[in-house]
């Protein structure tokens, strides 16, 4: 990683219209994509084995293609962010991708019979894209409404409902098809995802710089190694998949599921929030300043248009991703052209499917012990969320209650069998309950209601 002092003045490297020269400039992307690459493939590989097309199914050629087209539409996403169309872009060094926190509504969407199949999924993502977009108009004005109590509990309750995709994967993989596998369960998957945990964990904690940043990165590429060597891998799609390939418009067709467009524009509003957090992150960790009102638009408009365009070419919604803000706070380069190099590898990356073919070659426990750890740091991020709330008794029982009947729809869908499909897949997913009863208790119940027990 290039040095500070070998990259240009500390006023230069607060500035986001700053370029670097290109032998620094180049390094500098490929980290951006490094930590975000693992983060980036992984919904789309998990909602592609919900939807019967995973690891070994005969349909596998369609997950080749979802895996292409979250790294395009991430490289698309994120030229949108740095460049701009007019007010559409924060112009800040904001690196978009594949966002885990629809995945509780996506999944559901297409597993098994599905509520909507693929081609309802992807109608909810294009008008889910079009409500984010719509979002930027006023999200500085329903800010109020989601304090950390309501923000935390949501991003708690998002990476619990992700946990149990994340062991099923170590196992051998979600889904019947994996499951009556006789070596699902056994100890060769389990220690196969054990070894990704462990490697993540030790460059995570004991080395410095990017090593650190994209240490879920190079724990499965350790796993993969280690599962080369046992017999785990085959590299026979890799000679089938085509060198050059363009995306398909509407490829999963378009249909409109009520329960997954309700879903996916609510989830929009969560993830548009977090999308506010990183551009406030990437100002204050890289140029030491507040996001301006019309960086913050333009970041929330980029992420719908993002959003949307990814639907309508059969890829899922993208958001901005915090990790390549802790990844800015480090080098301290704010220059939004470093990024733009990052999208340019991306989008080439994603017109090539021998790319996503390599990528399909990865076993399941290997992905299992990387998601793991995203996963789990999903949850823990919810928890520090919450760090910030003052736990007096009101703030306890919007919590309590919140998260009681969430989770406990969750965990036992058949409570709601009798309901309208729609209603059921609304109130099952967990998330929209919980972040309903939290938001509306929050508002209705008054500040003091027991003050003298802060």
Not at 19 to 36: C, E, I, K
Not at 273 to 298: N, Q
Not at 409 to 435: E, N
Request: net charge neutral; charged share 10%; hydrophobic share 55%.
């Amino acid at each position: 990683m290039a040095s500070q002092s070998s990259l240009g003045t500390p006023d230069q490297l607060k500035d986001p219209n700053y370029t670097p020269p290109l032998m620094q400039a180049v390094p500098l992307g490929l980290q951006h994509v490094l930590a975000m690459f693992a983060s980036n493939v992984t919904p789309a590989i998990i909602v592609a084995g919900a939807a019967g097309f995973g690891f070994g199914s005969p349909d596998a050629v369609n997950l080749v293609y979802m895996i292409q087209m979250s790294m395009f539409f991430a490289g698309i996403a994120t030229l949108i962010q740095t460049i701009g169309i007019g007010p559409i872009g924060a112009r800040l060094p904001i690196v978009q991708g594949t966002s885990f926190a629809f995945l509780p509504v996506m999944i559901p969407a297409v597993a098994g019979a599905g509520v909507a199949g693929m081609g309802g999924l992807m109608a909810g993502v294009m008008i889910g894209g079009i409500f984010h977009f719509c979002i930027g108009l006023f999200i500085g004005k329903i800010r109020f409404a989601l304090p950390p109590l309501v923000t935390g509990l949501i991003v708690l309750m998002i990476g619990l409902a992700l946990v149990k995709v994340g062991i099923e994967y170590a196992a051998g993989g979600a889904g019947d098809f994996n499951r009556s596998k006789p070596e699902w369960g056994g100890m060769r998957n389990w220690s196969l995802a054990f070894i990704v945990i462990l490697v993540t964990l030790g460059f995570k904690f004991f080395t410095r710089g990017l090593t650190a940043v994209a240490a879920v990165l190079i724990g499965m590429v350790v796993g993969y190694i280690v599962a080369v060597g046992l017999g785990m891998v085959s590299f026979a799609g890799i000679g089938r998949a085509a060198v050059f390939a363009l995306p398909a418009p509407f490829k999963w067709g378009f249909e409109i599921t009520w329960a997954i467009v309700i879903g996916m524009c609510f989830m929009a509003i969560i993830s548009a929030i977090e999308t506010v957090g990183d551009t406030s992150g990437i100002t204050k960790g890289g140029a030491g300043r507040e996001a301006t009102d019309k960086e913050i638009t333009g970041a929330t408009f980029a992420d719908g248009l993002g959003t949307a365009i990814a639907g309508i070419f059969g890829s899922l919604p993208n958001t901005s991703f915090s990790q390549n803000v802790g990844l800015i706070s480090m080098t301290g380069v704010m220059s939004r052209h470093v990024v733009t190099i990052g999208a340019l590898f991306l989008i080439v990356g994603g017109l090539v499917p021998k790319i996503g073919a390599a990528i399909n070659t990865i076993p399941y426990p290997v992905l299992g012990g990387g998601v793991i750890v995203m996963f789990g740091m999903v949850a823990a991020a919810g928890v520090n969320m919450l760090s910030d709330v003052n736990w007096n008794r009101r703030n306890m029982i919007i919590f309590a209650v919140s998260l009681s009947i969430g989770l406990g729809l969750q965990l036992v869908p058949d409570a709601m069998r009798f309901l309208p499909p729609t209603l059921k897949i609304l109130l099952t997913s967990g998330l929209l309950p919980a972040a309903f009863i939290a938001i509306v208790l929050n508002l209705l119940l008054p500040e003091d209601l027991d003050a003298d027990d802060d």
